[in-house]
C-alpha cells in the first residue's frame, strides 16, 4: 500500500509553498495538480514522476472530480508515493476533504499537508490586511459559486462581518452585490478585485459595492480573483508594497 499527501500549494507564488509540501513533491511517484498550481513546483519532481494534469476551467472540468477520487485509491493501492497538489489550502474550497474522505472510505493512509489559501495572501499582496484594530475584527471566507442550482450561502449572516474574502465570485458578482447590499451593507463599503493574487500579473481594482459590477467589467477582471469587502480595504492605499515595488522592477514584456 502507497500513501497520498494532499497537499496546499499556496496561492501562485511558487515561493509561498511550504517546506513539508516541496518535500511531497520531491517525494511523489504520481502528482496530480490543479490548474492554479505553478507549474514551476512541477520541475521539483523526480524525473520519472507521472504528473497528471486534472485541473479546472469555469463551467469545463478536465476531470470529474469523481475520476480525481479513483485515480488518488488507484496509484495508493500499486504501491505509489501519491501527492495531491492543490491551489491554495486543500481544504479551503478545494474539495480535499472530499479526497480525503474517499482515501479514509478505502484505508489508504493519507496526509494532509496545509497550504496559504488566497483568501490571505492576496490581499496581503495587495497591502491589505484582512484584520486591522482600526478597521475590522472579523474575518469570513466565502465561496463565489455553489452548487449548480442552490444558494446556501447565508448572507445574512455574513453581512455583520467586517471583513469577507470571497473565492472564484465573478461570474455571480451581481448576486453578490444584491445579497450584501439587501442585508445591510452600505454602497460605500470598500472592495477590491484582486486578479491573479501573489503571481507576476497580478492586478488588483479597488471600488465600492455600488461601483463593483460596472467596475470589474470596464477593468475586464476575471477569475481567477479574489473579492475583498470590508473598510480593511482602505489600508491599500498606505500599505501597498507588491505591484508598486517588485511588478515595477520586471521587464515590461513580462507584466501583462
Request: include cysteine.
Amino acid at each position: 500500500m502507497g500513501k497520498v499527501y494532499l497537499v496546499g500549494a499556496g496561492p501562485g507564488d511558487p515561493d509561498l509553498i511550504t517546506v513539508k509540501g516541496l518535500k511531497c513533491i520531491k517525494l511523489a511517484d504520481v502528482i496530480l495538480y490543479d490548474r492554479l498550481v505553478n507549474k514551476e513546483l512541477l520541475e521539483y519532481a523526480k524525473p520519472k514522476a507521472e504528473l497528471i494534469y486534472c485541473g479546472k476551467l469555469p463551467n469545463h472540468h478536465i476531470m470529474k472530480q469523481e475520476l480525481i477520487n479513483q485515480l488518488l485509491v488507484k496509484h495508493a493501492k500499486k504501491g505509489k508515493i501519491v501527492t495531491r497538489l492543490k491551489g491554495g489550502d486543500p481544504f479551503v474550497f478545494g474539495r480535499g476533504g472530499e479526497e480525503a474522505e474517499e482515501l479514509a472510505k478505502n484505508q489508504i493512509p493519507f496526509e494532509v499537508v496545509p497550504g496559504i489559501t488566497a483568501g490571505i495572501a492576496a490581499p496581503s499582496y495587495a497591502g491589505i490586511p484582512v484584520t486591522h484594530r482600526d478597521y475590522g475584527s472579523s474575518f469570513a471566507f466565502v465561496t463565489g459559486h455553489t452548487k449548480e442550482g442552490e444558494d446556501d450561502i447565508k448572507w445574512e449572516a455574513l453581512a455583520s462581518i467586517d471583513t469577507l474574502a470571497i473565492y472564484m465570485g465573478v461570474k455571480n458578482l451581481p448576486s453578490i452585490q444584491e445579497q450584501l447590499l439587501r442585508h445591510g451593507k452600505k454602497p460605500s463599503t470598500p472592495v477590491a478585485l484582486i486578479n491573479w493574487g501573489t503571481t507576476t500579473v497580478q492586478k488588483t481594482v479597488v471600488t465600492n459595492l455600488s461601483d463593483v459590477i460596472e467596475d470589474a467589467q470596464k477593468e475586464k477582471i476575471a477569475n481567477p480573483c479574489m473579492i475583498i469587502v470590508g473598510e480593511v480595504v482602505r489600508m491599500r492605499e498606505k500599505i501597498s508594497w507588491f505591484e508598486e515595488s517588485f511588478l515595477e522592477t520586471l521587464p515590461k514584456e513580462v507584466v501583462l
